[in-house]
């Protein structure tokens, strides 16, 4: 066989060319060809177009918007249900295993513990009160498109969805999805792709939207400086202010606009600072009716609110927290889970590796008039083994809450293994833990396995296994495949 490779100018018409190929025939044998397309030319995301781009966001964005919400329940049953029984595998292959572990297990047909029914989230639509707004090619071929990518990141071949009318996306948020698009689209300087940092031509970036039950709305606009002066950096945050303030922006009715400077994919506020061109400088949080939270452009707090305190709810009645217990409260965010059981310990220490939300955690304590709690920066892995110590020489009742980012608890890239699990593990005083993951699938997996599994001294896994004695997963994000799982572990003691 013969292969060869025609390369055509963009005026001519490959199409014509093969079609003329096909049709020529050699004596008992014919030719065949075909046309392969260069990468810039390739779709971006196959088969979507303008008219079916909704149907596409809602595919990507809310896969469980056409199911009911008794079938979308039942589905994020079955997904935790299957991630515990995996967890539950690996561990029976562990020769180590303590018996009475490996017994529960058996009892449970190779479930790792009992699992209660999803907790139905109070509020299913509209209830997202944070969103990350991008800007790409949308499906008419405009490169400043503003709303949501699908496709592959991976490849960066993704496309730009305007938010129309996704269920869990409030209209506040849409409205300054709208404003910002109608504002780079009209802006001197241009707009830049997630995958473009390395141009240096291109410079206003992705949005942040939050707002509160209040209806205040938070912007947060990240910009590539490139080589521009400070003074032209003050300009374009004039510009912003002049459109979303004096301008047609202005019916979005920001509380607190924000613009940062940022060279890379993220930038922490130690980096490069938030500069707070308008407004107010936070926003305020009510939960469970009486706590009171502090948003700033930085601070993780739960997306769907009322499904939150159904989180919070159900956590602080399975600490089983006693008057004189310590409560540790790892990647503890703004302090919400420290703040909200506060009053039935006689001490909260949080940690976590976010400046600013230590800061927020610590002005959430004197919102709330709040005197017996301490929040540490640094990161768990650094944090937990010392502290632990110290309250183990005191004796302490101490009561552990994980709850790490998506990414899961960092591991130690030498040993491969978890720091954090192992510190609470080697502190037997350290009755109970309650480990809530936001990607249950994920990186967690691992913590489950250590947490429960036998010891391995080599790899710094000593103390006594924890057992798994209750899964709860709550349904914080209705519509998509995710899920929150809350799972319940005692000592052995």
Not at 64 to 91: F, G, M, N, P, W
Not at 471 to 487: G, Q
């Amino acid at each position: 066989m013969i292969s060869s490779l025609f390369l055509f100018r963009k005026h001519e018409s490959p199409k014509s060319i093969i079609r003329v190929i096909r049709n020529y025939t050699f004596p008992l044998s014919r030719l065949f060809a075909s046309q392969h397309l260069q990468e810039d030319e390739r779709p971006l995301v196959e088969g979507v177009t303008v008219e079916n781009m909704n149907e596409k966001l809602f595919e990507a964005i809310v896969p469980y918007y056409k199911y009911s919400y008794k079938q979308q329940l039942e589905l994020k049953h079955e997904r935790i249900r299957k991630t515990l029984q995996d967890v539950a595998t690996t561990l029976i292959w562990d020769e180590k295993l303590h018996p009475f572990i490996r017994k529960q297990i058996q009892s449970l047909n190779g479930a790792l513990c009992p699992i209660e029914a999803v907790k139905p989230s109070p509020r299913l639509d509209y209830y997202r009160n944070k969103d990350e707004i991008s800007i790409g090619v949308g499906p008419d071929g405009d490169e400043k498109t503003v709303g949501f990518l699908i496709g592959k990141m991976t490849t960066n071949r993704q496309m730009c969805i305007p938010s129309g009318e996704l269920p869990n996306t409030r209209a506040s948020h849409k409205l300054v999805a709208k404003h910002y698009q109608n504002f780079i689209r009209n802006h001197r300087l241009n707009a830049m792709h997630q995958d473009q940092l390395r141009h240096t031509d291109l410079y206003w970036r992705h949005v942040t939207v939050r707002s509160n039950e209040a209806g205040h709305v938070m912007m947060v606009v990240f910009f590539h400086p490139q080589a521009l002066t400070e003074a032209e950096l003050i300009e374009c945050q004039r510009d912003l202010r002049d459109y979303f303030v004096d301008g047609p922006g202005r019916e979005c009715n920001i509380k607190s606009l924000y613009f940062q400077a940022c060279r890379h994919t993220r930038c922490s506020c130690d980096r490069s600072p938030f500069q707070l061109v308008f407004g107010e400088p936070y926003l305020y949080e009510t939960l469970l009716e009486k706590f009171r939270f502090r948003i700033s452009p930085e601070s993780f707090f739960q997306v769907n609110l009322k499904a939150a305190e159904v989180l919070y709810t159900s956590v602080r009645e399975e600490a089983a927290l006693r008057s004189n217990t310590t409560l540790l409260d790892v990647c503890c965010g703004t302090g919400v889970f420290g703040i909200v059981m506060s009053d039935l310990v006689e001490q909260v220490i949080g940690i976590d590796s976010v400046p600013l939300a230590i800061e927020d955690a610590r002005v959430n304590s004197q919102l709330n008039g709040i005197e017996n709690a301490d929040w540490l920066f640094g990161t768990a892995q650094s944090r937990v083994k010392s502290i632990c110590s110290t309250l183990k020489e005191g004796d302490k009742d101490v009561v552990a809450i994980i709850n790490p980012a998506r990414s899961g608890l960092r591991k130690d890239l030498k040993a491969s293994t978890n720091k954090v699990v192992h510190a609470l593990r080697a502190a037997e005083n350290v009755r109970r833990l309650i480990f809530v993951a936001c990607k249950p699938e994920g990186p967690a997996m691992h913590s489950f396995y250590e947490l429960s599994c036998g010891e391995r001294r080599r790899e710094g896994i000593t103390g006594a296994p924890f057992i798994p004695v209750k899964a709860i997963p709550v349904d914080m994000f209705p519509h998509t495949e995710s899920v929150e799982l809350i799972l319940v572990y005692d000592r052995l003691q």
